[in-house]
């Protein structure tokens, strides 16, 4: 089945709307099912986790782990690291079919990231980082967009440069990570944003530290930007663009909801559908009790007394948090009418005879690799859930310095 997200232009949500809402790109977090869930809340755009662009190009196991979709995921963005134009531009024809952009990450900190040389080891050679967006904007047609997601460095006038030639490269918007990348915490920098926000004529989206709706919109009128991303506080709140400051029972609801829905294999829908109390018993497929649960540990942070969160943060199975969440909230897996649960049903990727762009623009002296590196950020519980664990043993934990994003 083809997907045709890719008929959307992002660039019309910029055009009619005062600040675009936007769902960060996160490490284990911003996978299919969380977007949607965001999208019901006021979200206007959302970004997979970071992917790594050559694995995606050589190994259809990358492609599979790293990225699905459902005719609900739209618009979506695709955030690709890479360091060379084969790999970026290879990917971004790839997954073209079932997106609405492309991002090149430029903002990655993270030490093994900088080892590889992508992220925001990308901005010491900005030279590659120009080469790419041209030629995947040249390779690429519209609408599907071309974007940019990169830090503040030392000097105002290098990273405004940056933006400037980015623009001229044919980048379709850039966001704006608006800390230097040694730093993870404390407070943005709203003046280099604005003045990157002024120096260019594509829109420009600000991120760092939005925690709130009435904080979006106040860096919205202090800087000028087109708009704001947001990583922890949706996280935490996946309702927070809809002016919300906690999250309640619907939305807890519908998490439970798109977890099943999304992953029951069509095949036996129908075998569900004509079960006399129409109950989704088992376990949601092809979904990892991680992700399922530690989304329920952020969103109910705020909702839960503090033995009730060390009791629940501790589960281990699926069947454990459906019962904790039956008694405390009445949430239970409730299966969609047939038309709903088409809209979230996993669509299939083709990816065959799609990666002509791939082997034109490789060097023919490429040596393969023998394994492929995709991140497994399912082989740990990540920073963010272990410093949410650590608060509730001290109370004087500050889990304020936790980078989550993807640059």
């Known amino acids: 089945m083809m997907h045709s997200s890719s008929t959307v232009d992002i660039l019309d949500l910029f055009e009619c709307n005062k600040v675009v809402k936007i ?3 996160m490490v284990r977090y911003s996978k299919l099912q969380f977007r949607n869930l965001v999208k019901i809340y006021g979200c206007d755009l959302t970004f997979t986790p970071m992917i790594l ?8 196991k990358a492609r599979q782990n790293e990225f699905t979709t459902n005719l609900m995921d739209t618009p979506v963005i695709v955030q ?18 079932y997106c609405n952009g492309v991002d090149l990450n430029c903002g990655c900190p993270q030490r093994w990231a900088r080892d590889l040389g992508i992220g925001c080891e990308m901005l010491k050679d900005p030279q590659k980082v120009y080469d790419i967006v041209r030629q995947c904007r040249n390779q690429i047609g519209k609408p599907l967009t071309v974007s940019v997601k990169m830090r503040l ?72 930007c087109d708009g704001v991303m947001v990583a922890n506080g949706i996280l935490n709140n996946p309702a927070l663009f809809s002016n919300t400051t906690v999250t309640f029972k619907e939305c807890i609801q519908d998490w439970v909801n798109i977890c099943y829905n999304s992953t029951i294999p069509a095949s036996k829908y129908n075998k569900i559908a004509d079960s006399p109390i129409r109950s989704i018993d088992e376990r949601p497929y092809n979904l990892t009790f991680q992700c399922f649960h530690h989304h329920l540990v952020f969103m109910l942070e705020k909702v839960l007394t503090r033995r009730q969160r060390q009791v629940f943060n501790n589960l281990k199975r699926f069947e454990e948090v459906e019962h904790f969440l039956e008694t405390y909230f009445d949430v239970k897996p409730q299966l969609y009418e047939f038309e709903k649960f088409s809209r979230y049903a996993c669509i299939e990727t083709d990816y065959k005879d799609k990666d002509d762009i791939y082997k034109l623009l490789r060097p023919v002296d490429l040596i393969d690799k023998n394994e492929w590196s995709f991140y497994d950020c399912d082989n740990n519980d990540g920073k963010y859930f272990n410093y949410k664990q650590k608060e509730l043993q001290n109370d004087e934990c500050d889990w304020a310095n936790i980078f989550l994003e993807n640059g």
């Open 23 to 25: 769902c960060a790109p």
């Open 80 to 97: 690709f690291a890479a360091n060379t134009v084969h790999d970026f531009v290879g990917a971004a024809h790839l997954v073209s079919p």
């Open 53 to 60: 662009a050559d694995s995606f190009c050589q190994s259809e």
């Open 153 to 224: 460095l030392g000097e105002t006038k290098t990273t405004v440069e940056i933006a400037r030639q980015l623009e001229n490269c044919g980048v379709s918007f850039i966001t704006v990570h608006a800390r230097i990348p040694s730093q993870s915490v404390g407070d943005i920098n709203k003046t280099d944003l604005a003045n990157i926000k002024d120096s260019v004529s594509v829109p420009v989206v600000g991120n760092g530290g939005v925690t709130s709706f009435e904080e979006a919109l106040q860096l919205q009128v202090e800087t000028g």
